[in-house]
């Protein structure tokens, strides 16, 4: 069964520091992968997502993330944290179930970005 | 605008009084779904649907219903609501017609059962 792992319910950095988010899925079929962003007071919007080809995916808002297979990762990273960065980031993977497409998501990392 | 509209944004009821929260998406999706978000649980699946008349439960259906008789919209039932059932509440849908791909989601709707 398909699952995801985010490491670190929060985490904090500096304006302009490196943002990395931790996710590791679990999948017994080549995965489908994504990032999700949650802003105060707001739905889910896609970040960014890896069906096939290319490992390292480009997102909205300076974001990227790598498809490792042999670490079983999807980390998500931006090289310069903005304020406006503050959000809760959700993983997910797509699993097949009962004859259709589902999302699993992770618990969440909730994202601070201090001056 | 493309949008999931989901309503009420905020509720605060009862135990045992009836409630629906609606949902509509005007981007002639065909598949719908709820969720609900808890601290450390990350978002669950309430029901889904396929389709028209085409509904199934997803990992946390208890407590709830569903229907789906207009594409556009996906109404949530809580027939008699328990302070378990506090939480906040998404509605989503895709254009993917094998389920779940790249998702839109509704602003949430955040409830509360005393």
Known sequence: A???TQLGSHVSVSEGALVLLRCNYSSSVPP???????????????????TTGATLVKGINGFEA??????????????????SDAAEYFCAVRAFSGGYNKLIFGAGTRLAVHP | EAQVTQNPRYLITVTGKKLTV??????????????????????????????????????????YKV????????????????????????????????????????????????
């Open chain 1, 2 to 4: 398909q699952s995801v």
């Open chain 1, 32 to 50: 489908y992968l994504f990032w999700y962003v949650q802003y105060p007071n707001q739905g889910l919007q896609l970040l960014l997502k890896y």
């Open chain 2, 22 to 63: 609606t949902c509509s998406q005007n981007m002639n999706h065909e598949y719908m779904s709820w969720y609900r978000q808890d601290p450390g649980l990350g978002l669950r699946q309430i029901y889904y649907s396929m389709n028209v008349e085409v509904t199934d439960k997803g990992d946390v259906p208890e407590g």
């Open chain 2, 67 to 114: 229907s789906r008789k207009e594409k556009r919209n996906f109404p949530l039932i809580l027939e008699s609501p328990s302070p378990n059932q506090t939480s906040l509440y998404f509605c989503a849908s895709s254009s993917d017609r094998a389920g779940a791909n790249v998702l839109t989601f509704g602003a949430g709707s955040r409830l509360t059962v005393l």
């Open chain 1, 66 to 83: 790598e498809f490792k297979k042999s670490e079983t990762s999807f980390h998500l990273t931006k090289p310069s944290a903005h304020m």
